[in-house]
């Protein structure tokens, strides 16, 4: 477990939030929300290597530390929440189950291996991250998910039966973990796109959707530190998505909008 130690000396009295996946894009954007909210922050990678600059720069003045742990391994998943605990001194009280396992299907139907790949990460990892803060009264769960759950289509099957997992997971999770832990969901629409998307397509695509827009970064980690404080609420999905997920598209956005 490679960790690196960053910020000033512990203040108890933040809490602390272990998002996965948060070096850049998405998690980073999740990771500074919640920095700027009050929390300390533990940033996770799979693979050795700096959190991006902008990152750091919007954490700011909150202790973050930076965890290297493949999520495709059992033991080292095993061994994140407790050495997070460990490094900072306290337990672990927001769960971000951010990172994600997504590669495209060369076939109709993925191989097995890809389906191993997938569920590894994106199910398996989550729910034993989030069992390790079972028992602990007012610490709260974040899954991140798709909105494509809401009406999957033929591409990407590995992926998007991973994260259909993923939600069955975060309801199952709810009430096992209950009443001391809260999970809750965040499906997030087309957000931070690759490179595969040019600017005339993503104008096309946000016209597809009812609210005619895609959702920002932020407005996804806007909805990760509601669900964060919303004691009252577990077991839920929040859709960040433009409405996209009252939309039945017959194939994944990269394909659309061309």
């Not at 954007?29 to 700027?36: C, D, F, G, T």
């Not at 690759?194 to 946000?206: C, K, P, S, V």
């Not at 005619?212 to 077991?235: H, I, K, M």
């Amino acid at each position: 477990m490679d960790r690196r130690h960053h910020g000033p000396a512990p203040a108890v009295s933040r809490p602390l939030a272990l998002v996965t996946g948060s070096h850049r894009r998405l998690g980073g954007h999740i990771a500074v929300r919640l920095a700027q909210a009050g929390y300390d922050v533990a940033l996770h990678a799979s693979r050795p290597g700096e959190p991006d600059p902008v990152v750091i720069r919007g954490i700011g003045g909150a202790r973050y530390e930076s965890f290297v742990a493949d999520l495709a391994d059992p033991a080292a998943v095993a061994a994140l929440v407790p050495a997070v605990a460990d490094r900072f001194g306290r337990r672990v009280d927001l769960l971000v189950n951010n990172a994600s396992c997504f590669r495209a299907d060369d076939d109709s139907y993925p191989a097995p291996e890809s389906l191993t790949a997938h569920f590894a990460v994106n199910a398996a990892a989550p729910f034993v991250l989030a069992t390790a803060l079972a028992g602990q009264g007012g610490a709260a769960v974040v899954n991140i998910l798709d909105q494509r759950i809401a009406h999957p289509h033929r591409d990407q099957l590995a992926y998007t039966l991973s994260k259909q997992a993923l939600a069955e997971a975060t309801r199952t999770l709810a009430l096992a973990l209950a009443p001391s832990v809260r999970v809750n969901g965040v499906a997030p629409g087309l957000t931070i796109a690759t490179e595969d998307y040019d600017a005339e397509q993503l104008e096309r695509l946000a016209a597809m959707m009812p609210l005619e827009r895609l959702p920002s970064p932020d407005q996804v980690a806007d909805a990760v530190l509601f669900l964060a404080g919303a004691t009252a609420s577990t077991g839920q999905m929040l859709f960040v998505d433009g409405g996209a997920g009252l939309v039945r598209f017959e194939r994944d956005f990269v394909h659309l909008g061309r």
